[in-house]
């Protein structure tokens, strides 16, 4: 089944060719992973398909529609969300407004609504507690630890209800723990329906973890499959070593 | 034994629980509601002294005082919907204030419409005007848009300065009384309740959208905007309509100025002082409380009459100005009501100097109303099994 697809996509910055002509496509309901060296485009890939950052050519279609060139909050709503990679949280907010600001009322009278509904109050804190941080909620999020805030974050893109996930190095920084209940996390949500595209530079993590894994070098993807293949693959050996 | 030391342990467990409601368990409840007390009590005063002072004023001059006061309370509020939602600092508001006051003094000049509706239909107009300025302006962030804000009041300055066959040009215009037989106390009177009444409406609207979706929306704006669009928020109409609606009310106040100063200079009304007074105050006070721009207002107010008084017109008004902002930036980044909120929770003996420790509490008094309401609880069975 079709999910994400991207085709011609190039991005440059001043002479830094940070994606070249990348087309890649990313099946539906799987747990994909990203993976390359430092500097190979990973997050600049997840600026362009998210609106972040405008691309300089390409397309992107998701499901069978076209996203190219709309606006962040237009891709979010189109059931595409994302972490960030050094993670990103409101961070003078508690820790269940973070969640609530993930609401998106689509009718004027929702808008004009109070923000702390008792629906979605609870909604929120169905996801605190599945991350299990629900006894914070009333904390700031500057003051939550680092691994918290993965947590926090996580949990208000979950808020926003999106189909697919872009999680952008969720194990970084992170202590083993954690990586585990990370990953649980990950398995289950995609088990109950959700497709997931992981950057990753664990590869223990995105070994276990995934079903499809793509590879960048230097902007480009040299190689995509299953983990098997991928681990005895030789340019992406040759791409991690430096050979 | 088992049996024994069951009972015994619910027993110690629900005495802790019971003794809690006198002693740690009862103090957040008692300190909310000495707060809440201290809250009605602080209304009923400020009420009380807003509807009386016009009658308890030593003289005419008091009142004035009382209306510039307000202007800038209202002035700085409606800055606030801008820069307290969105974190975007506009040092151009002044020109919002200066096109409702030449609007509504136009309205009433050329197209002879009666005092208020011109005063509602230039703040429409104004409403429509932000507009395109608010499209231009709100897409750069940070210093930019403090720039951009700034170039607004500088055309605008020059546009009403040069175009003297319509506006007076630097001679000014003058702005007919909306009550023509009244005397100059009733006037006052009469305008100290109008501002007052444009203050409550501006602080009403302030408050539903505080509460509301839109709002937190905005507050996530100001928190990090690429992480609320990412989120799904529509920054940028948010963005847009909140600048407007905060463009209408500055251009009321603006307005109801003109109806009563009776008199417009565009080197007043499009300076780029007034749009900094009003960050100030907002700042002053505190941009994100309802009633931080007030009491800045009310604050820079004063002491910017006071020296007006005492020195007369040296720029001496401008280095108090100056003095405050330096005091607020270094000693009350968050302003004076967090500041002197932080004060009376310490001496409420709350010591609540951050939010990990208020959880710390909060978590604490979850587990014991927990122990107390079911008694057999974990604690009880780990001692059992152990
Ligand atoms: N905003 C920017 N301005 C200039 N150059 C940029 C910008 N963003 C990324 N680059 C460059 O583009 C290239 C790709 O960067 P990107 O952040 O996408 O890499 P990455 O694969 O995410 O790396 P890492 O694994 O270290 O996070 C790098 O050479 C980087 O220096
Ligand atoms: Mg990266």
Known sequence: ??????????????????????????????????????????????????????????????????????????????????????????????????LLCAVQPRTLRAK?????????????????????????????????????????????????????????????????????????????????????????????????????????????????GPPSAIRSDEKVLGAYLGV | MRSDSEPRTTTSGSRTGGGGRTGPLAAPIARHRVALGMKLLLYAVALTALFTFPDVAPSRYEVTVAITLLNYAVLATAWNFVGGFTGYISLGHGAFAGLGAYGTALLVVKAELPSFPALFAAAALVGLIAVPVGYAALRVRGASFVIVSIALVLVLLLVFQSWASFTGGSRGMVVPRPFPGMLRTEHHRVFYFLFAALLALALVTWWLIDRSRFGLGLKSIREDEDKAQALGTPTFAYKLVVFVVSAVFTALAGGLYALWFGDLDPVFQFSILSGAYMVLMALLGGVRHLYGPLLGALVVGYALEYSKLEYGDTPLHLVTAGLLLAVVVLFMPDGVIPAVRGLAARFLGG????????????????????????????????????
């Open chain 1, 112 to 224: 004009a609504g109070r923000s702390h509904s008792r629906a979605e109050t609870e909604r929120a804190r169905h996801w605190l507690t599945r991350m299990g941080i629900d006894h914070l909620e009333r904390a700031e999020a500057q003051n939550l630890s680092w691994g918290q805030q993965k947590l926090l974050e996580l949990a208000g893109v979950l808020m926003s209800e999106p189909e697919t996930i872009l999680l952008d190095e969720p194990a970084g920084g992170v202590n083993p723990a954690l990586i585990d209940r990370i990953c649980a996390l990950v398995s289950e949500l995609n088990a109950e329906g959700r497709t997931f595209l992981v950057v990753e530079h664990n590869m223990d993590l995105v070994m276990s973890l995934s079903h499809h894994i793509v590879v960048f070098d230097r902007g480009w993807p040299i190689a995509e």
């Open chain 1, 1 to 98: 089944m079709s999910g994400l697809e991207i085709t011609g996509l190039s991005k440059s910055f001043g002479g830094v060719c940070a994606l070249d002509d990348v087309s890649v496509a990313f099946p539906h309901g799987k747990i994909n992973a990203l993976i390359g060296p430092n500097g190979s485009g990973k997050t600049t890939f997840f600026n362009c398909v998210t609106g972040m950052i405008r691309a300089d050519s390409g397309r992107i279609t998701y499901r069978g529609q076209d996203l190219t060139g709309r606006p962040p909050h237009r891709i979010a709503r189109a059931g595409i969300g994302r972490s960030f990679q050094l993670c990103r949280v409101f961070p003078r907010m508690t820790v269940l407004d973070n």
């Open chain 2, 351 to 386: 010591g609540q100097s951050s939010i990990r420790e208020v959880t710390a509490a909060e978590l604490l008094h979850g587990q014991r109303a927990a122990g107390s309401a079911a008694p057999p609880d974990s604690r009880t069975r780990k001692e059992v099994s152990s």
